[in-house]
């Protein structure tokens, strides 16, 4: 049975496997994600099964619009930080569709609950997915945020979850 812990640094070596098998075309290299269990622990978690990494979640407070850039280091979590971002939810095919993504989005809503609103950059298609959460595109976006989510493909799109959201 696969279970949701948190990520540890100690985790990245896995982590890229599964981050290389899922992102093909996203790669992202490990010092981003060894960055993001450094900065903000609570906000990585690893999906384990038999002892063996199957997915994770990466996510942590930024200024509200201001997504780091895809492969880019934070450097450190703003304390002005008033928005939670989603970065990544990851998980390999052989284990979807058992309701594992929920529990780990679920988690990371837990941590969310402390800001205003929360965000992410949704990828392959998966807005419908997000839309479940209450993750829906804003009415606009500027110039620096649609270069940001550009970076993420063309499918990339931004969406948003307000507080009073489900």
Known sequence: MAVWRQLTASDIEALMRVAEAVHTELPESNSVFAERV????????ALVENGELCGYAISHPIRCRQPPALGSLLGEISPEADQYYIHD?????????QGLAKQGIDRLLSIAERYPSACLVSVYGTSSLWARYGFLPPQSIDDALLAKVRGYGDDATYLERLETQP
């Open 89 to 97: 939810v990851c998980i390999l095919p052989r284990l979807r569709g």
């Open 38 to 45: 450094k900065l903000f622990p609570d906000g990585c978690l």
